[in-house]
């Protein structure tokens, strides 16, 4: 269909070997790009039946086999990009559907575990630390005409920054965590990954650091792409 209207097109949300396997089919044939999230990287099946209801998220948490098909497609570069889908509901609205998962909404947290779990895929050998940037920064700026204010430090750039670890690590759980989503993170809860987010700096700023969120609220800006 993109291809007839001469439009660009993003594939939201890869999670299956399938829809990996169609990408292929279509890469360098017309302008797309596609993305993933880390709820499909570092987690299966295995732990929806230990997160419940926590887990259910759409498209679902698929099988080891998708996940290490979602991983060779970021080596090839089918995949573009790894983002958050940061859409967690109230803990009694997750608790109002235990017992019936399908019943459940849809959504978990993962503002706070994205940066620590692509530092851990670092760590792994999966990419080097520029691949990983490029994946949670620096495509999306540049597919959106915000590059160079965003993703990237160059002079001039807006000085959003974040200072990392990579021999530090992060251990979740949900006091650890410090947004309003904390309650159902059950997901990434025990997780423990290779590598943590120090300090970060907003426009030149310093709004949190280790541990602590020390930025005040009205700083920040619509973003508008270019």
């Not at 990009?81 to 993962?110: I, L």
């Not at 895929?121 to 160079?148: E, Q, T």
């Not at 990579?166 to 904390?182: I, M, N, P, Q």
Request: aromatic share 8%; glycine share 10%.
């Amino acid at each position: 269909m993109n291809i007839t209207a001469r439009a660009g097109l993003h594939i939201a949300h890869v999670t299956s070997a399938e829809t990996v396997a169609v990408l292929r089919a279509f890469a360098g044939t017309s302008d797309f790009t596609a993305e993933t999230c880390p709820q499909y990287l570092f987690a299966t099946e295995k732990d929806v039946d230990r997160a419940g209801v926590y887990a259910k998220v759409n498209p679902p948490i698929r099988t080891q086999a998708d996940q290490e098909a979602l991983w060779q497609a970021i080596a090839d570069g089918i995949i573009d990009y790894v983002t958050t889908d940061h859409a967690p509901f109230a803990q009694a609205e997750k608790q109002a559907a235990e017992g019936d998962f399908f019943a459940a909404p849809p959504g978990s947290p993962g503002i706070e575990t994205i940066l620590p779990a692509m530092l851990d895929a670092v760590a792994a050998g999966r990419m080097d630390l520029k691949r990983a940037h490029d994946l949670i920064c620096a495509n999306g700026a540049r597919r959106y005409g915000l590059f160079p204010a965003k993703g990237s430090l160059l002079p001039g750039a807006d000085a959003d920054v974040a200072l990392v670890d990579l021999k530090g690590t992060t251990e979740v759980s949900l006091g650890s965590l410090v947004s309003h989503a904390r309650d159902v993170a059950h997901l990434w809860e025990g997780r423990r990954f290779r590598g943590k987010l120090r300090r970060t700096l907003l426009a030149g700023r310093t709004v949190y650091a280790d541990g602590t969120v020390t930025g005040k609220p009205g700083g920040g800006q619509f973003v508008v792409p270019g």
